[in-house]
Every structure is written in C-alpha cells, then in structure tokens.
C-alpha cells in the first residue's frame, strides 16, 4: 500500500512556474510507476505525465510537452512535475497517482493540489 500527499500548488501569472511535489509513504514507491493527473472544472480528468519506476522513461500530453517536466527521486519517495510557462488553461487540481510495474491501473491517489494560472 502507498498513500501519496501532494504540495506546491497555488496563484501564479501566465508565464510563470510552480514545482508541484508528492511525496509518497511505504518502502516500495519505487516499484511503482508514477502519474501526475489534472482536472478542471467541467472537464474529463486528465493524464498529464507519467514516469517509469527508474525514471528513465517519461510521457506526457501534447499540451505540455517542452514546458513541463516529471522527475522522481527513489530516495526520497518522491516525484515532482516542474511546470514552467504556465497557461490560463493549465489551471485545475492536480493528482499524482501510482501504479504497480505490472499492473494496468493507478489504483493509488493523492487528495490533490489546486494550480490557478491567472492571465
């Protein structure tokens, strides 16, 4: 089991960063491959980047690719989503989410960190 607890979220201008953290409890986070998810008012949630248990494998949507970046330190049982450029269409609570290596579905979540981009 692994419960994940999201930080970083807030008011930022268009243009502007935020690095969104979520830290994770239990000694096996790095058998799991981690997700960062958005949701916006009225809108489906979403994938938005997602990394492989070493780190060395990491997607994303179109609509950030090239501003926003996902890393992971094992160590620290922690993953991290830098966003830089921020859009007013960026904005939504994001939720890092974990599934097992072999597994098919994020069956983890975190409560979530509210991301507000204004223009």
């Known amino acids: 089991q692994v419960q994940l607890v999201e930080s970083g979220g807030g008011l930022v201008q268009a243009g502007g960063s935020l690095r969104l953290s979520c830290a994770a409890s239990?000694?096996?986070?790095?058998?799991?491959?981690m997700g960062w998810f958005r949701q916006a008012p009225g809108k489906e949630r979403e994938r938005v980047a997602s990394?492989?248990?070493?780190?060395?494998?990491?997607d994303y949507i179109n609509s950030v690719k090239g501003r926003f970046t996902i890393a992971r330190d094992n160590a620290k049982n922690t993953v991290y989503l830098q966003m830089n450029s921020l859009k007013p269409e960026d904005t939504a609570v994001y939720f890092c989410?974990?599934?097992?290596?072999?597994?098919?579905?994020?069956?983890?979540w975190g409560q979530g960190t509210q991301v507000t981009v204004s223009s």
């Open positions: 990394i492989s248990t070493s780190g060395s494998t990491t």
């Open positions: 989410a974990a599934r097992p290596a072999m597994g098919y579905e994020y069956g983890h």
């Open positions: 239990g000694r096996t986070f790095s058998s799991y491959i």
